[in-house]
């Protein structure tokens, strides 16, 4: 059973860093053709795809925020790991982590953690 | 970057009607890689539909999706009131993977 969990803080401040970590079960990400990904939706919004790394450390970054995203992840603790400096306010979104196969459609979500941009 | 227009933004329909859904692409997208999603109130979106036509496992047949090159559809044949929920479109096939803005459908 594949399962998924973001954890990190619930309130930065504007110009901090958010370090975002999914920890996953029921598989692998050395396994070939594996992804995790991350999504966010700002409440009452639409979802918005920001990064994906893959089984062989390759990375794909939404192109409008590729300067401030950083993906990794640790196979060995079945984690990655999203860094999005220089927050915002209006990076106030639900943050969810998700898993995929080659190219296919994300058919496990975790349940979202929501992070609040404010001083 | 392929940009994804879903219409109607809300549709308003009674139980047992039939809904359809529609997600227009700024590109031609691959039929493999078009699918959609289902989100309720609090929740974290799910998988409905995966190539355009396929169901993920457990969802009932009354959903379909069907279309072709920059036209996809997603299609509720008699609405169930756990059905009403925001649905959205996405293509996985190129990067940067893009979501549609999402239809709400709400009970009339």
């Known amino acids: 059973q594949i399962t998924l969990k973001e954890s990190g803080p619930t309130l930065v401040k504007p110009t901090q860093t958010l370090t975002l970590t999914c920890t996953f079960s029921?598989?692998?990400?050395?396994?070939?053709?594996?992804?995790v990904g991350w999504i966010r939706q700002p409440p009452g919004k639409a979802l918005e795809w920001l990064a994906l790394i893959y089984w062989d450390d390759d990375k794909s970054y939404s192109p409008s925020l590729e300067r401030r995203l950083t993906i990794t992840k640790d196979t060995s603790k079945n984690q990655v790991v999203l860094t999005f400096t220089n927050m915002d306010p209006v990076d106030t979104a639900t943050y969810y982590c998700?898993?995929?196969?080659?190219?296919?459609?994300?058919?496990?979500w975790g349940q979202g953690t929501l992070v609040t941009v404010s001083s | 970057e392929i940009v994804l227009t879903q219409s109607p933004g809300t549709l308003s329909l009674s139980p047992g009607e039939r809904a359809t859904l529609s997600c227009r692409a700024s590109q031609t997208v691959d039929s493999r890689f078009l699918g959609w999603y289902q989100q309720k109130p609090g929740q974290a979106p799910s998988l409905l539909i995966f190539g355009t036509s396929n169901r993920a496992t457990g969802i009932p047949d009354r959903f379909s999706g069907s279309g072709s090159g920059t036209d996809f559809t997603l299609s509720i044949s008699r609405l169930e009131p756990e059905d009403f929920a925001v649905y959205y479109c996405q293509q996985y096939g190129s990067l940067p993977r893009t979501f549609g803005q999402g239809t709400k459908l709400e009970i009339k």
């Open positions: 998700v898993h995929s196969t080659w190219s296919s459609a994300f058919g496990y």
């Open positions: 029921g598989f692998s990400l050395s396994t070939s053709g594996v992804n």
